[in-house]
Every structure is written in structure tokens, then in C-alpha cells.
């Protein structure tokens, strides 16, 4: 018994009187607490004794020894069941785990120690943090983030997607994404679909989408699948940005492009005039210099001078 006490897998203290003054500690939690295995694992025990290599957390907040769960067990003869705790080493590791006590008693009933068992939740712990990151990343991102499955209809939809496309997740969800679309263009991104149910990849377009109010939104879309742990896919992961303003600078864009080409054509034009205005001058100078002369030239009862008046 002590040989398999020592080498389960699983996580196991025993404490042997009431006040949980020695715990003795398998290898398991030997590796938790960063202690030799026949070291007294009790926080309990004496000063002198007493391990000084890890604290143990609960809600952010360091516990007495007398609120362990062990402790708890032995003084108030109950078990103590699901306690979650961290164990938080003098190097600074910290170990999630779930502790379980249940009290020994002795022919009598009277309580005579206790066993506890851990459970190592850090990896659950870290993978629940992470993926609430995730999600708060994609609850909170300005984009429409949206989740379809493989027929289409809406399993997920964000923030995001509430603002640009004006409808609830509670009025999206299980319903076809293809309410958003605007006549003419069901086929548009039905294709695109296809091809990520597929597996294949769809390069980033833009198109038109419809607002619960009617209007018309411009968008840039990215679609992309959902695959599970084996590589299949098993849903579609849809990304659309609002590119109204863009398009509405570009169209700004594009009319004064076209009225400064206006406006240059005009330039060109009364330079041409000008040029042509200025040869003209230059002609008509010679031809009334001519004329001046001629009417020198003639006899004053010449029939001509009616012609050369100016």
C-alpha cells in the first residue's frame, strides 16, 4: 500500500491527526510542491518544520494555513470537495489544481486525520483563459465575425456584425446568412462557400450587402473553414469590414479627378485660344500697317480710300 500510495499517478496527501500537523505526500504532489517526497508537506506543522517553498492561493488571495482544505476537513469533520486552489512555488510557478479532502475517523466516529487528493487543472485552466480571450477578441472587434455551418445558416455572430449589418445575434442565429444579400448577387458568394467547404482558399472580395433597414452596405469579405482536431472541415468562419467610407472617398476621389481633367481641358483650350488670338493680332497688324500706307499712297480723289477706312 505505501508502494502504490507513493507512485500513483494521482495526486495524493495524508494526514494522520486531527490538526493536520504532518502530511505525508506522494511523488505526484512531491513534483507540485517542488519538495522531497518525505519532506512534512503540512503548513500547519512547526515553524521549524514547516515547508517554506510555496503559498497556496485562493481568489487572488493567500490562504491561512487553518483555511487549506485539509485543515477545514480534519477541524470540521466534513469533507471538502472541488476546492479550487493555486499553488504558487518560491520560483514563481503556480499550479492550478482542484483539491478533495474527506476526514478519517476512527471505530468511534471521531475524526483522525484525513486524505486529500489534487487534481492539476492548470492546462484546462490556461485553455478556458485563452479561449475567453478569444472570444472576448471576437465578441469586442469592430469587424462582423461570423459563423456559419456548412448549409449556411448563422451559428455565431458578434458585436461586429450587429453594428454593420443592424440585426441581433438572437435574430441571426440559425437563420440563413443569405437574408443579407442583395438581389442579383445570391450566387456571388454561394460559390465562395462551395469552395471553403471544400477546404480550399478564397481570396478576399468585396461586395454589397443589405442592412436590416434596406439600405445597401459595402463590404470587404474573407471567408475561410472551420476545421476540427482531424483536419475536417465542419464550418465556415466569415470576416466582413465596413468599406462604405472608403468607397464614398473614392467616388469623391474620382468627381474631382474628373472635374480637374475639366478643368485642365478648358485651360488647354483658352491657351490654344490665345495663341490663336495672338497670331491673328499679328497677322491684322501687317494687313492695317498695309492699309495705312496704301491710303498715303493714293491721289485724295482716288475711288479706293472708301475700301481702306477702318
Not at 86 to 97: A, I, K, L, P, Y
Not at 162 to 179: D, K, N, Q
Not at 288 to 301: E, F, V, Y
Request: proline fraction near 5%; include cysteine.
Amino acid at each position: 500500500m505505501r508502494t502504490l500510495f507513493y507512485v500513483l499517478p494521482v495526486v495524493v496527501s495524508i494526514a494522520e491527526d486531527p490538526a493536520c500537523r504532518s502530511i505525508r505526500m506522494n511523488d505526484a504532489l512531491a513534483r507540485i510542491l517542488g519538495l522531497p517526497r518525505d519532506a512534512n508537506a503540512s503548513l500547519s506543522a512547526a515553524p521549524e518544520v514547516a515547508p517554506k517553498t510555496f503559498q497556496v492561493r485562493h481568489q487572488d488571495r493567500v490562504l491561512d494555513a487553518d483555511e487549506l482544505p485539509m485543515q477545514v476537513c480534519t477541524r470540521e469533520g466534513r469533507a471538502v470537495l472541488d476546492f479550487e486552489e493555486v499553488v504558487e512555488r518560491s520560483d514563481g510557478t503556480q499550479v492550478h489544481v482542484l483539491a478533495n479532502a474527506v476526514p478519517l475517523r476512527d471505530d468511534e466516529g471521531r475524526t483522525t486525520g484525513c486524505v486529500a487528493t489534487f487534481q492539476d487543472v492548470t492546462p484546462l485552466r490556461l485553455a478556458l483563459a485563452a479561449n475567453a480571450r478569444y472570444a472576448a477578441i471576437v465578441a469586442h472587434s469592430e469587424d462582423a465575425i461570423i459563423g456559419k455551418t456548412l448549409d449556411g445558416r448563422v451559428t455565431d455572430w458578434n458585436h461586429g456584425a450587429e453594428r454593420l449589418f443592424g440585426y441581433t445575434a438572437a435574430e441571426m442565429i440559425g437563420r440563413p446568412v443569405s437574408v443579407l444579400y442583395e438581389d442579383g448577387r445570391q450566387g456571388e458568394e454561394a460559390a465562395a462557400h462551395e469552395r471553403v467547404c471544400r477546404g480550399e482558399l478564397v481570396p478576399q472580395f468585396e461586395t454589397v450587402r443589405r442592412h436590416k433597414d434596406g439600405r445597401s452596405v459595402d463590404v470587404s469579405i474573407m471567408i475561410s473553414p472551420i476545421r476540427d482536431p482531424d483536419g475536417r472541415v465542419i464550418g465556415v468562419s466569415k470576416c466582413a469590414r465596413d468599406i462604405s467610407a472608403r468607397k464614398r472617398a473614392e467616388a469623391r476621389q474620382a468627381e474631382l479627378d474628373r472635374k480637374i481633367q475639366e478643368t485642365q481641358k478648358l485651360e488647354s483650350l483658352g491657351v490654344l485660344a490665345g495663341g490663336i488670338a495672338h497670331d491673328f493680332n499679328n497677322l491684322l497688324t501687317g494687313v492695317l500697317g498695309s492699309a495705312s500706307l496704301a491710303r498715303i499712297s493714293l491721289a485724295p480723289t482716288s475711288p479706293v480710300h472708301a475700301s481702306l477706312e477702318l
